[in-house]
C-alpha cells in the first residue's frame, strides 16, 4: 500500500474488511463502475446533457412499460424501415 492508504481504509471503516477490498468480485464491481462511468461521459459528451438526460427518461419509461417488448420492436422495425 501506499504511504496513507491504510490510515484512509481504516477512517474509512474498511479496516477488518480488507479481504472483501481485495476479493474478485470487490475489484470486478470496481472495474464495471468505471467502465459504466465512462461510458456514460462518452454519450454525454456525443449527445449533451439535455439529450442524454431525455433518452434515458424514454429509456426507463419503455423499461417499465407493460408493453415494453411491443414497443421496442416498432423502434426495431422503424430503424429497419429507414
Same mark, same amino acid.
Given at each position: 500500500?501506499?504511504?496513507?492508504?491504510?490510515?484512509?481504509?481504516?477512517?474509512?471503516?474498511?479496516?477488518?474488511?480488507?479481504?472483501?477490498?481485495?476479493?474478485?468480485?470487490?475489484?470486478?464491481?470496481?472495474? @464495471?463502475? @468505471?467502465?459504466? @462511468?465512462?461510458?456514460?461521459?462518452?454519450? #454525454?459528451? #456525443?449527445?449533451?446533457?439535455?439529450?442524454?438526460?431525455?433518452?434515458?427518461?424514454?429509456?426507463?419509461?419503455?423499461?417499465?412499460?407493460?408493453?415494453?417488448?411491443?414497443?421496442? @420492436?416498432?423502434? #426495431?422495425?422503424?430503424? #429497419?424501415?429507414?
Amino acid at each position: 500500500m501506499d504511504a496513507g492508504e491504510w490510515e484512509a481504509l481504516v477512517a474509512a471503516g474498511f479496516g477488518d474488511r480488507l479481504h472483501l477490498i481485495l476479493s474478485a468480485d470487490w475489484q470486478d464491481e470496481i472495474r @464495471a463502475t @468505471a467502465r459504466d @462511468a465512462a461510458e456514460a461521459e462518452r454519450w #454525454r459528451t #456525443r449527445l449533451g446533457e439535455e439529450d442524454l438526460a431525455r433518452i434515458t427518461e424514454t429509456k426507463e419509461w419503455l423499461d417499465s412499460h407493460p408493453k415494453r417488448s411491443e414497443l421496442y @420492436a416498432i423502434l #426495431r422495425f422503424h430503424e #429497419r424501415a429507414i
